[in-house]
């Protein structure tokens, strides 16, 4: 057992709850009510459910190795690697939109880069 991944996969998955319930209710769903062309609003959902399944995937990824990590892959670095690279770029991209926002304190209004920022530090140190 590798707790560190462990930790890692619980964290995605609490997020990956927010996602779909803070995430659907304060964004996706004003989103789709605002006045805007068809195209961009099921581009901008699609988009919504990309996140929804890498989230999803990567959380039982990481909470299977977390779990059975010297049995689940004859490799699992490569995986974890590749997960925790993913969320530390989704924090860094996170925090220059909240640095460069017009949103007066951006970056603690637009928190989830908090998450990835941990999912991505555990991940490496487990």
């Known amino acids: 057992m590798n707790v560190l991944v462990l930790m890692a ?4 998955g609490l997020a990956t709850l927010g996602h779909f319930t803070a995430g659907t209710k304060m964004y996706l769903k004003p989103f789709l009510a605002c006045d805007l062309e068809t195209i961009p609003k099921n581009v901008i959902l699609s988009v919504f459910h990309y996140i929804s399944v890498y989230q999803i995937l990567s959380s039982l990824v990481l909470i299977m190795v977390g779990i059975n990590y010297e049995n689940c892959m004859y490799d699992p670095t490569m995986v974890l690697n ?6 530390a770029f989704f924090a860094g991209v996170q925090i220059i939109v909240g640095l460069s926002s017009s949103v007066k304190g951006g970056l603690f209004k637009m928190f989830q ?3 990835w ?3 991505a530090v555990l991940v490496f140190l487990g």
């Open 82 to 87: 590749f997960i925790g690279m993913n969320y």
């Open 117 to 119: 920022v941990l999912i």
């Open 113 to 115: 880069w908090v998450f």
């Open 9 to 12: 996969g619980i964290v995605a």
